[in-house]
């Protein structure tokens, strides 16, 4: 499963702890990223069936997110399928994840 940035949801620890219902990988989680963004999160938030589908989604997916936010306004599968890939927001995301990159310039060969 692809998000719209090319990140694969199932490599996610918050995808990954709601697919197994797995309460312990999502306290673990929470410490971790609470630590990592600076941003007060407990297990209760680590809920995500995955960007680009109709389920739950992170409170920062779901409503902050300006690429998902963009991708969905446009209609996109992915930021692949955009066309004005790759824009200065996905381009500062992709900075800080080569194999999101990689996965998007795979979809755009296809």
């Known amino acids: 499963m692809t998000a719209f940035c090319g990140l694969d949801c199932e490599k996610c620890d918050a995808y990954v702890a709601t697919a197994k219902n797995d ?17 007060p999160l407990t297990a209760t938030d680590i809920n ?3 960007c680009t589908s109709e389920g739950v989604k992170l409170g920062y997916c779901e ?16 930021c692949a399928e955009c066309a004005d ?12 994840a080569p194999q ?5 310039e795979a979809r755009r060969r296809k």
């Open 23 to 39: 309460d312990a990988l999502r306290a673990a989680t929470a410490e971790k990223w609470s630590k990592m963004f600076d941003a």
């Open 85 to 96: 890939y790759a824009c200065e927001t996905l381009e500062g995301m992709l900075a800080h």
């Open 100 to 104: 999101a990159r990689e996965a998007l």
């Open 63 to 78: 409503h902050m997110c300006e690429i998902r936010k963009c991708a969905t306004g446009r209609g996109v599968a992915t």
């Open 48 to 50: 995500c069936t995955g």
